[in-house]
């Protein structure tokens, strides 16, 4: 049904685009895991914590994460000849696919990696399985 193949496409289209504005040039990585029970979201941030994100389902019913980590400017003092794992502010929208039951949707924070699971909506199939009489 939506075994892999939505997916990379929906995915690449919003991790891999120019019109995205970014804050600066990295932007978090980001694994997506899918098991029979529900999709996970593990977006990498090292040194923040839970308040500082703010995840929500849109109008149009798709998956917002905002990340924001407000810097003291008076801790500033040392100078940087590399620094590649400083994001400040970072959105990222996500469409999700028809299966997700946006009601149960939950997110955690654990090691610097934020995990957002994405439950699966139970699908009730019968077998119908019977006798048919000859007429």
């Known amino acids: 049904m939506y075994r892999n193949s939505w997916l990379p496409e929906v995915f690449n ?3 891999y685009n120019n019109n995205m504005p970014k804050a600066n040039a990295t932007a978090p990585a980001i694994n997506v895991l899918e098991s029979d ?3 996970k979201v593990e977006l990498a ?4 914590c839970k308040d500082d994100f703010e995840i929500n389902i849109n109008n149009d019913g798709d998956l917002t994460i905002k990340m924001e980590k407000k810097e003291d400017v008076n801790e500033q003092k040392a100078h940087y000849l590399r620094r590649e794992f400083s994001y400040s502010k970072y959105e990222q929208t996500l469409i999700l696919p028809d ?3 946006k009601e149960k949707i939950g997110a955690k ?3 610097g990696v934020l995990v957002i699971t994405l439950p699966k909506l139970e699908q009730n199939i ?3 399985a019977r ?3 000859v007429g």
Do not use: H, R, T
């Open 126 to 128: 019968k077998k119908i």
């Open 99 to 101: 299966d997700v039951n």
């Open 13 to 15: 289209d919003f991790f």
């Open 109 to 111: 924070m654990n090691d």
């Open 131 to 133: 006798q048919i009489e």
């Open 45 to 48: 941030a090292p040194g923040l």
């Open 37 to 39: 029970k529900d999709y």
